[in-house]
């Protein structure tokens, strides 16, 4: 049984049918969710017998790449032979997991390396949340943050991702706040109205990367499925709903999605819903025809955006030198990308 796919009453109901005492659930979560030890033979007050009904790792680290700005991602070998990839992202207060949903991804979106080879499969609720102990073990830093804009669409892996949000947010799990929890989409109207009755205050991200339905259609083909109208639409459900601000990515490409007539028409977007503007340096994928902005027109557009009064700020990219945009790392131990990065 993989522990991380259960809930606690669903492990305290194994462990009294196997005639183990119910009560070695907490302690099995204490030793897993709070100390990250998932070593059975380290979970000193726990008997053999019931420590030893339970996996609590399927997957392993393939390799692990650390950045010069302290970013650290790991290429996981799942229990089937495919590969999913896990960022670390550090800063002085917090420490924010970076999680991915599938093995690939199918929407396709035209700057991205996690669907250049499709949709591989699903990942389970336990196969996501074992990234955070994954990064845990490898860096001794706690998660604070957790964000789902790993490889995948985690809302077209609905179930697993709403599983796994609420491991992360139990106070006897991961104990993180649901506010400090973020669900990136690429906009799926249906799945966020689903979102929206859910019981979890979690952040909600829309991919939107362009102003316009006949841009958004050429650089995220699954756009032509849903138009920037019904994904606002259903984003502001959302907010009214949970009450919790939407934010709107836009990964600047340059010449491509870096005017300020752009930023101008993304501006009258944003003021039709409660939100703010995350705008994101792009970080090169080789082989596709895409580079970041410029930081003249990087800076230009976040400007012209606050002149329109829409709270917008830039992130420059992490973790450039270690392939840590979404995909990047599992393509080159495919052989489909650049040689290998550093491994330790």
Request: hydrophobic share 45%.
């Amino acid at each position: 049984m993989n522990f991380l796919d259960m809930t606690l009453d669903e492990v305290r109901a194994a462990l009294a049918e196997a005639g183990e005492k119910p009560y070695r659930a907490d302690q099995l979560a204490d030793w897993v969710y709070g100390k990250a030890v998932t070593d059975p033979a380290r979970m000193s007050n726990v008997p053999d017998g019931a420590a030893g009904m339970f996996a609590f790792l399927t997957s392993t680290v393939a390799n692990r790449a650390e950045s010069t700005d302290g970013t650290v991602k790991l290429l996981l070998d799942l229990h089937d032979g495919e590969q999913a990839e896990t960022v670390l992202i550090p800063s002085p207060r917090r420490a924010t997991a970076c999680l991915s949903a599938q093995v690939g991804c199918a929407m396709g979106c035209a700057f991205c390396a996690s669907g250049l080879d499709g949709l591989r499969r699903n990942l389970s609720a336990g196969e996501i949340v074992e990234q955070i102990l994954h990064l845990r073990q490898a860096t001794d830093r706690k998660v604070t943050n957790v964000v789902f804009m790993g490889m995948g669409e985690p809302l077209a892996n609905y179930e697993a991702t709403v599983a796994a949000v609420r491991a992360v947010v139990d106070p006897k799990r991961f104990g993180i706040s649901a506010r400090r929890v973020t669900i990136s989409t690429i906009g799926l109207p249906k799945q966020i109205r689903r979102l929206a009755r859910e019981d979890l205050a979690v952040t909600l991200a829309i991919s939107l990367h362009a102003p316009t339905d006949a841009l958004r259609k050429q650089i995220v083909p699954h756009a032509a499925r849903h138009s920037i109208g019904q994904i606002l639409a259903a984003a502001a459900e959302f907010f009214q709903a949970r009450k919790r601000e939407v934010t709107l990515e836009y990964i600047l490409l340059g010449g491509v999605n870096d005017h300020l007539t752009q930023a101008d028409a993304l501006a009258r977007l944003a003021k039709r819903l409660r939100c703010n503007v995350n705008l994101i340096s792009y970080n090169p994928v080789e082989s596709l025809p895409f580079a970041p902005s410029a930081k003249s027109d990087a800076d230009a557009f976040v400007k012209r955006l606050r002149e329109k009064h829409v709270s917008a700020t830039l992130r420059r990219s992490r973790g450039a030198d270690i392939a840590a945009a979404c995909g990047q790392l599992r393509r080159r131990a495919d052989g489909n990308g650049a040689s290998p990065a550093k491994r330790e």
